[in-house]
C-alpha cells in the first residue's frame, strides 16, 4: 500500500507563511493528479488545491484563492502548497491526495486512490 507523505506543518503567527510537501516513495506521480485537502476541528475534509499529472489543469478553492499556490517538483514525486498571509481560521490538519484522475480528485474526493496521514498547521492570531 502507497502510503503519502506530507511535511511542512507547524505553528505560525498570523500573517506568516508556510510550505508544506508531499512525496510518495514507491509510487511514481507522473501519471497521478495531486491535491491538499484540510479539515478542521468540527468540519469536513474539503479540498484545498489540485494540479494534474502534466501541470496544465489547477484548481485552488476560493477561500485560499491568492493566499496558497499548488506546485509540481522537478521530480515526478513531489508536490508542494505554499500558504501565505496565513490565517487563523487555516488552522488545520493538511492532508495530500493522489489519483490517476484529476476529476476524481476534484469532483469525487471519496473515490480518491492514495492519501497520506496528514499535518497539522496552527496559526496563532
Known amino acids: 500500500q502507497v502510503q503519502l507523505e506530507e511535511s511542512g506543518g507547524g505553528l505560525v503567527q498570523a500573517g506568516g507563511s508556510l510550505r508544506l510537501s508531499c512525496t510518495a516513495p514507491?509510487?511514481?506521480?507522473?501519471?497521478?493528479?495531486m491535491g491538499w485537502f484540510r479539515q478542521a476541528p468540527g468540519k469536513e475534509r474539503g479540498l484545498l488545491a489540485a494540479i494534474s499529472w502534466s501541470a496544465t489543469r489547477s484548481y485552488v478553492a476560493s477561500s485560499v484563492r491568492g493566499r496558497f499556490t499548488i506546485s509540481r517538483g522537478s521530480g515526478e514525486n513531489t508536490v508542494y502548497l505554499q500558504m501565505d498571509s496565513l490565517k487563523p481560521e487555516d488552522t488545520a490538519v493538511y492532508y495530500c491526495?493522489?489519483?490517476?484522475?484529476?476529476?476524481?480528485?476534484?469532483?469525487?474526493?471519496?473515490?480518491?486512490?492514495?492519501w497520506g496521514k496528514g499535518t497539522l498547521v496552527t496559526v496563532s492570531a
Open positions: 491526495a493522489a489519483d490517476p484522475s484529476y476529476d476524481t480528485l476534484v469532483v469525487n474526493s471519496a473515490g480518491t486512490e492514495y
Open positions: 514507491g509510487l511514481t506521480f507522473g501519471r497521478h493528479a
